[in-house]
């Protein structure tokens, strides 16, 4: 992603879509505005705040600044109705987190993140490692259903006795998969591809299967862009299955980065008493998970 260029094309489809959701919603103007502060890349924020700030004091309506992440994980209610207490697993490009969710509207509890390279990061180098262009994560799983997941094995970062539990580490795994590539020139791509997702998906599942055993939570609720992969989503269903767990997913295209979930979250946090954000509130990159708002 080329910050300039993305944040410019924010800027262009701003206007364009508000419009476009005010006449889908039949409204002249929302009750509130709400935006994403953080985390993210800085221009784009920068546009997306902007803009909600200046709608806001235009319509005088409040504004809430509200996290990305946590937008993520509310995009599920959408397709499953409230949440109950569960552990959340949130994959996407730039973040791999394992989270414990008490409510949607109170603080979230992180139990764990990546120590190095996202999830979806992974996908994305070994994509281009292959060959399969950017963004990588589809196409890379649509190959890897044409190989076997176990004809190469890759490692499974931190999976060790003295590991930490709840965190997480896909650099080692993705030197591995480059080092098998350079040393097996004539290795199946489609083989590769399956050795790599089955690694990270084994590692993602096992994880946060066993915190929600260990913590006594019966519901696992998957997030985030790396959420739509299809070795994942099926991985995590037997895995809660045999463990007697809830699985929640939200569809694929909810899924991806999307305003409903930004609206959904601000929602949530607006019933459970959040008081508007103030116009001077100020975008935040690297806005930790557990902030759900910046008031």
């Not at 419009?19 to 103007?29: E, P, S």
């Not at 139990?111 to 979806?120: E, K, N, P, Q």
């Not at 997941?149 to 003295?162: C, D, E, L, N, S």
């Not at 895995?239 to 809830?246: I, L, N, P, Q, V």
Request: charged share 20%; hydrophobic share 45%.
């Amino acid at each position: 992603v080329v910050p300039e260029i993305a944040s410019r094309a924010h800027l262009e489809a701003l206007g364009p879509t508000m419009r476009r959701a005010l006449a889908t919603a039949g409204v002249d103007k929302p009750d509130v505005v709400a935006a994403t502060i953080g985390p993210g890349l800085a221009g784009a924020l920068l546009v997306g705040v902007a803009a909600a700030k200046a709608y806001s004091a235009a319509w005088q309506v409040p504004f809430y600044a509200v996290n990305h992440l946590g937008g993520h994980l509310a995009a599920d209610v959408f397709d499953h109705g409230p949440l109950p207490e569960s552990i959340g697993l949130l994959v996407s490009g730039g973040h791999t987190h394992l989270l414990h969710v008490r409510s949607l509207g109170e603080p979230i509890v992180e139990l764990g993140s990546t120590v190095d390279d996202a999830a979806g990061e992974a996908y994305d180098k070994i994509a281009r490692l292959l060959g399969l262009g950017y963004p990588g994560g589809r196409v890379l799983d649509e190959l890897a259903h044409e190989g076997d997941p176990k004809a190469i094995v890759f490692p499974r970062g931190m999976t060790g006795p003295r590991d930490d539990p709840y965190s997480f580490s896909f650099s080692g795994l993705k030197t591995a998969v480059a080092r098998y590539v350079e040393s097996h020139p004539e290795a199946s791509q489609p083989d590769v591809a399956a050795g790599f997702q089955e690694a990270v998906a084994d590692v993602l599942t096992m994880k946060a299967v066993r915190a929600a055993k260990q913590l006594g939570v019966s519901t696992l609720l998957i997030a985030g862009g790396v959420a739509a992969n299809s070795r994942l989503r099926e991985l995590a269903a037997q895995r809660c299955d045999e463990a007697g767990m809830t699985l929640r997913i939200p569809r694929p295209r909810l899924c991806t980065d999307n305003g409903a979930m930004i609206a959904s979250f601000a929602a949530h946090l607006i019933a459970a008493g959040a008081k508007p954000s103030p116009l001077g509130a100020a975008s935040d990159p690297g806005l930790p998970v557990v902030r759900g708002q910046v008031a």
